[in-house]
Structures are given as structure tokens and as C-alpha cells.
């Protein structure tokens, strides 16, 4: 698996910003 995957980066940035979400509701 590349890191450099576009697909991946989204991938993460998209997990990265849904976990602030749940921490800003908790």
C-alpha cells in the first residue's frame, strides 16, 4: 500500500475530522 494514495489521505483526513466531531459532542 502506498501512503502517498490520494485515496488514503482523504481516507484519513476524513477519520481525523468525524473523531473531532465526536469529541466536540461528548
Known amino acids: ?3 502517498n494514495s490520494p485515496l ?3 481516507t484519513v483526513k ?3 475530522s468525524l473523531e473531532n ?5 461528548k
Do not use: A, D, Q
Open 14 to 16: 476524513l477519520i481525523n
Open 1 to 3: 500500500m502506498s501512503s
Open 8 to 10: 488514503m489521505s482523504n
Open 21 to 25: 466531531v465526536f469529541r466536540l459532542l
